[in-house]
């Protein structure tokens, strides 16, 4: 594919999904769908996905069979996320053979020994937290989100959301590595990508920090702090690859998306010089053009209990 001339953070949401269908741990998969099936034997279970983007989460853990009699609120802060949410719900349902009915503003996906309720909306993680509610929810999912907090300030938020003994789903957290081949030249590439991550330690979102390059990797110690109870955890590496027929499903958008965020982050940046910072770019969108890019970034996916 060519290097598109704009770009939108809903397809890019769209293209990632295959590429995080592949890099999701099993184990730490399997070991929440076996608890969701012991939940959902006795009552129907809650979920609540928080930074759900445009629902793709939902999707899978109903492909994949994870949820047989389930509520699931997906909450976005971006009102795009949640108008693409509610638009591609019903026809991802119709090609996986199941059926939406939509209710009211909710949907209801059926298939034989599969009923759940899904409800999106638009909300702020911590004004929606803020707000008294009278049910807690069972299981909490955040998936390629909590690396884009202040994680010690977020996860107190998040566990007040949580029934005591409820389950977490952390999963996609950035840990501190990416790699793109064939390298163009070491010294400068290592450069580039240290800077990039450097940007995510240094954000900065209202007045407060908010990011952490190496999430992965420290949440085992906020974890801990917080006094959660750890039950599963392991790498969920994005690797994104050519075949001999080029990339798979929207994955040259995916890597073009990417390419142009780490352009963004660095564009006026002080330690680069930018006529040479554009030819490097230019020749990794060049590299996904011509099906030779090969990209990792490294990623770890948690589950746990939380006992309140
Ligand atoms: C990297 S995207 C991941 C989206 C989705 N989980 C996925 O993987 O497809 C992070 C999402 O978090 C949302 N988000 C960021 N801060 C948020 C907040 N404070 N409350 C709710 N959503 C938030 C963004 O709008 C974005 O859709």
């Known amino acids: 594919m060519t ?30 769908a076996r608890r969701l099936d012991a939940l959902q034997a006795n009552q129907e279970t809650r979920l609540l996905e928080v930074g759900a983007g445009i629902g793709t989460m939902i999707e899978r853990m109903i ?3 994870a949820l047989s009699r389930a509520d699931y609120l997906a909450i976005d802060q971006l009102a795009e996320n949640i108008a693409a949410a509610n638009q591609r719900l019903p026809v991802w349902a119709e090609t996986k053979g199941f059926r ?12 034989a020994g599969c009923q759940v309720q899904v409800h ?29 907090l202040d994680i010690s300030r977020a996860l107190p938020v998040l566990f007040s959301l949580l029934n005591p003994g409820g389950l977490f789903y952390f999963t996609i957290n950035f840990d501190g590595l990416t790699l793109l ?6 010294l400068y590439d290592e450069h580039i990508l240290a800077l990039y991550h450097r940007t995510m330690d240094e954000r900065v979102t209202e007045g407060l ?27 969920s590496d994005w690797v994104v690859f050519p075949t001999t027929g080029g990339y798979p499903g ?38 996904v053009e011509r099906a030779e890019l090969v990209y990792i970034a490294h990623q770890i996916d948690f589950l746990g209990r939380w006992d309140g």
């Open 209 to 235: 920090p908010s990011g952490d390059s190496r999430a992965g990797r420290h949440l085992f110690e906020h974890l801990r702090r917080a006094g959660a109870q750890l039950l599963e955890a392991g790498a």
């Open 250 to 287: 929207e994955e040259a958008y995916f890597l073009h998306f990417i390419l142009w965020t780490i352009e963004q982050a660095l564009r006026n940046h002080i330690e680069i010089e930018p006529r040479r910072f554009q030819r490097w770019i230019e020749e990794r969108h060049a590299q």
């Open 3 to 32: 290097v598109p001339e704009s770009y939108s953070f809903t397809r890019y949401l769209s293209a990632k999904k295959t590429v995080d269908d592949r890099a999701l741990n099993r184990c730490v998969w399997g070991e929440l």
């Open 120 to 148: 999106f909306e638009c909300a702020d993680l911590f004004a929606f937290a803020s707000r008294r509610h009278t049910r807690l929810w069972d299981v909490l999912i955040a998936h390629a989100f909590l690396d884009l």
């Open 63 to 65: 492909e994949w069979n």
């Open 181 to 186: 081949e064939p390298v163009i030249d070491p």
């Open 100 to 111: 939406a009915l939509p209710k009211t503003a909710d949907w209801e996906i059926t298939s």
